[in-house]
């Protein structure tokens, strides 16, 4: 009996020398093995400031960490919420009115989204712009013309949806959807009456400046009550204002509804991976702002300021920014996930 266990304790001896041994002579396979996946990032049509930011945070992560990245040009938010949910990305960029619509699997989503919150990186406002010669003086004169907030579905699509919808319009406008380029030409041949004009965080873009130059326009306020309306309808709307200093086409301080920019994560992406993202943006946060000016917002201070306090937060960014001082305590902790 001893000598028969003792015979198949060196087989099984032998047989892990041996594989062993193969590892040893195999090292890629030893490596494969204990190195990080490589993290797919969705951000949004080419050229786009969203496009450049999440190109920028996921050259940050290649650079200073041993996360390799990869990155694909999509349609924006709406479009990364629903390939989070497909598992065919792990993080993407989206704006803080996709969330309540993905989150419940409204319209443009088939069914509801989970995803996690990871950090925010800047604030578009997001005003209505007519021409100089319009008619169209409040968001009530809106009945009955052509409105185009860029592609069905995007994010000031479904943002504009909730404004018109709270000033009682929605039903009665024309809507007219397309490419921020089809948009913004439209508006020029005069084929639409309002589209949207994107500021970040008060800086205009210099399409805005061109479409001035041969459509001069003026930009059309809204209410206190209508915004505030609007934000019973989807919670990620936000409040800011622009002043005359920001850009020359509003006069003194404006009230302008406006969005957040959240990076995404899927459920999938553990606490690990989540805090060592943000420890590769943040910890060289001036390096990142350099890419330009649609970065210059990227802080660790910023980046829980404009989180929504309705969806959890992956826990391992939830670490980090702990770690900085820089946690709100209003925000949830998603339930840790790890390898």
């Known amino acids: 009996m001893y000598q028969d266990d003792h015979n198949a304790k060196r087989r099984q001896l032998l047989k892990f020398g041996v594989a062993s041994a193969g590892l040893l002579m195999m090292p890629g396979l030893s490596y ?3 190195r990080p996946r490589e993290l797919k990032w969705g951000s ?3 050229g786009s400031t969203g496009y450049i930011i999440i190109e920028a945070l996921a050259q940050a992560v290649q650079r200073h960490s041993d996360i390799p990245t990869s990155t694909l040009s999509t349609s924006g938010g709406a479009e990364n ?15 803080s009115t996709d969330w309540p619509v993905a989150t419940q699997g409204k319209k443009p989503f088939r069914a509801p989204v989970d995803a996690r919150q990871v950090c925010a990186y800047t604030v578009w406002n997001i005003p209505l712009i007519v021409r100089a010669d319009s008619n169209i003086r409040s968001y ?7 409105i185009m907030p860029s592609s069905a579905g995007g994010a000031t699509a479904i943002m504009y ?6 000033a009682g319009v929605a039903d009665s406008v024309d809507w007219t959807y397309g490419s921020w380029n089809d948009t913004f030409n439209a508006f020029k041949s005069g084929a639409v009456d309002a589209i949207p004009a994107v500021l970040t965080n008060g800086r205009a873009s210099p399409s805005l400046e061109e479409i001035n130059t041969s459509t001069p326009f003026r930009v059309l306020p809204i209410e206190q009550e209508t915004l505030d309306k609007a934000r019973g309808i989807n919670g ?3 409040k800011s204002t622009v002043s005359s200093e920001q850009w020359k086409h509003v006069e003194g301080e404006m009230l302008i509804p406006a969005i957040s920019g959240v990076l995404a994560a899927s459920p999938d992406v553990t606490d690990d991976e989540a805090y060592q993202v943000c420890k590769a943006i943040f910890d060289n946060s001036e390096e990142v702002r350099k890419v330009g000016s649609q970065l210059k917002d990227v802080s660790a201070g910023f980046a829980t300021r404009y989180l929504l306090p309705d969806y959890p937060v992956n826990a391992g960014a939830a670490r980090y920014f702990k770690e900085k001082g820089v946690w709100d305590e ?7 996930v790890s390898a």
């Open 236 to 238: 990620g709307l936000l």
């Open 81 to 95: 919420m629903a390939l989070i949910q497909r598992g065919e990305i792990d993080f993407g960029q989206t704006t």
């Open 44 to 46: 949004a049509s080419l």
């Open 140 to 146: 009530a004169d809106l009945a009955g013309k052509r």
């Open 161 to 166: 949806q909730a404004l018109l919808q709270a």
């Open 330 to 336: 209003q925000l949830i902790i998603a339930d840790p």
């Open 32 to 34: 494969a093995a204990g």
